[in-house]
């Protein structure tokens, strides 16, 4: 099992910053990606950025210039920076955490259980 604990969400001015963190522990595997998706109410989860073992990092267009995510991995933790906020980015922010193996279809999902970005004046 893994465990995702999220932190670093709060009420923010259009503009404006934020860090978030979400520390893993358990069985992590040596292959696994990390990544943080998002919420609005009435809306589907969306993916905001991943980033595997190795570094290897993709973005949402809608974040790609204002957004950095990046790990630790001795820390087992992996990070996103938001600058520029815009209002459209308020939403509940989830870590997810994807054990894989190698020659293997089987993937192993994860979830933390969220934290509140609200962007608003």
């Known amino acids: 099992q893994v465990q995702l604990v999220e932190s670093g969400g709060g009420l923010v001015q259009p503009g404006g910053s934020l860090s978030l963190s979400c520390a893993a522990s358990g069985s992590i595997f040596d292959l696994n990606t990390m990544g943080w998706y998002r919420q609005a109410p009435g809306k589907q989860r969306e993916l905001v950025a991943t980033i595997t073992q190795s570094g290897l990092t993709t973005y949402a267009d809608f974040v790609k210039d204002r957004f950095a995510i990046s790990r630790d991995n001795a820390k087992n933790t992996v990070y996103l920076r938001m600058n520029n906020l815009k209002p459209e980015d308020t939403a509940v922010y989830y870590c997810?955490?994807?054990?894989?193996?190698?020659?293997?279809?089987?993937?192993?999902?994860?979830w933390g259980q969220g934290t509140q970005v609200t962007v608003s004046s």
């Open positions: 997810k955490l994807t054990n894989e193996r190698l020659g293997y279809k089987t993937r192993y999902d994860y």
